[in-house]
């Protein structure tokens, strides 16, 4: 009991500390845990404790500091394995001005529209095989905005051995972007592009990414993008589609995705992706419930057809269920 008070009293002391320098923390705890069973692992069990830390100053509003970390535990019981890891999943310093933006250290960079692929996206594209999706490993880099006008504004950003410039309009009927990047580690330059907007104000959502790709090692030239759409009903149905194009080794992929709302606290999801070359593919039903503002839990699968799911990485089917928690 002792203890606990004495901790009290330093926190307290910490606290009063960071509000006469004028410096405002604020932390914020997540946990995530995720049983599940595949043929691969048999049972497994996966666990991460996330914190993270955002830390202002009263009189330097336009400057934020940010860290996150995670402790992750993952137990397989096929090879009755147990490990724990703790990293730094997020870590950087940022700057909110007028016409200038930056941040640096390891973040998410946000690059390319689509919502299963992201052809260009050099750093971290999506997983669409994830559990998942949108947990992305960081970049240590250094990225910069600068706005040209109101609706029009250039990036930079500078990893090591990737890089990429970006310049975008913001214009009455669609976003778009031309977009140019290297990426050291797969020996590619690429000229690419982004495209985003809505149908005729019919509330269909277009979208598209894709470019040339230069392989600068053996002058290999080929094109890769993709081409979505998504529309909302009135009832809260959701449809999203998605086509994915790859010239070299030629690859012809689509995904559609439903979302339903039955009732305030229910979700329904059920994405379906075919590789329409050699038939292959997954469906992906999650069924999620709203235990509280703070509190959500699910479930889905990951279930395999086709003759060759080598494209995918998995020949077996994947079942889990995934608790969260805010606090």
């Excluded at 940010?66 to 703790?86: G, H, M």
């Excluded at 970049?139 to 905005?145: A, N, P, V």
Aim: aromatic residues 14%; contains cysteine; glycine residues 8%.
């Amino acid at each position: 009991m002792e203890n606990w008070s004495r901790i009290f009293a330093n926190n307290k002391l910490r606290l009063l500390a960071a509000a006469y320098l004028g410096i405002v923390p604020e932390l914020v705890l997540e946990n995530t845990n995720i049983p599940g069973y595949d043929d691969l692992y048999r049972n497994f069990n996966y666990n991460r404790l996330r914190a993270e830390l955002t830390v202002k100053h009263e009189s330097y509003p336009d400057f934020i500091a940010t860290l996150i970390a995670d402790n992750e535990t993952f137990y397989v019981k096929k090879s009755a394995n147990l490990t724990n890891n703790t990293s730094i999943y997020r870590g950087y310093f940022e700057y909110r001005g007028a016409n200038h933006f930056w941040v640096a250290g390891k973040q998410r960079i946000p690059l390319g529209v689509g919502k299963f692929w992201n052809p260009i996206d050099v750093f971290n594209p999506v997983n669409i095989q994830a559990i998942e999706q949108d947990e992305r490993p960081g970049t240590e880099s250094i990225h910069y905005e600068y706005a040209l006008s109101r609706l029009a504004d250039v990036a930079a950003t500078v990893a090591r051995g990737k890089g990429v410039i970006r310049i975008k309009g913001y214009l009455d009927f669609a976003d778009l972007a031309l977009v140019g990047e290297f990426d050291d580690e797969k020996n590619l330059d690429i000229i690419g592009w982004e495209a985003e907007g809505e149908l005729a104000d019919t509330g269909i959502e277009l979208r598209s990414e894709g470019g040339g790709f230069h392989d600068s090692r053996t002058g290999r030239r080929h094109t890769e993008f993709i081409v979505g759409a998504e529309y909302g009903f009135a009832n809260s149905l959701t449809i999203t589609g998605e086509y994915h194009y790859l010239d070299l080794p030629r690859n012809n992929e689509l995904a559609i995705s439903t979302g339903f709302q039955p009732t305030m606290l229910w979700n329904c999801y059920l994405t379906t992706v075919i590789n329409s070359d050699d038939g292959s593919g997954f469906v992906l039903p999650v069924l999620e419930y709203s235990l509280s503002d703070e509190m959500t839990i699910s479930s889905g699968a990951f279930v395999y057809f086709g003759k060759d799911n080598s494209a995918y990485g998995y020949n077996t089917d994947r079942f889990y269920i995934r608790w969260f928690i805010h606090f």
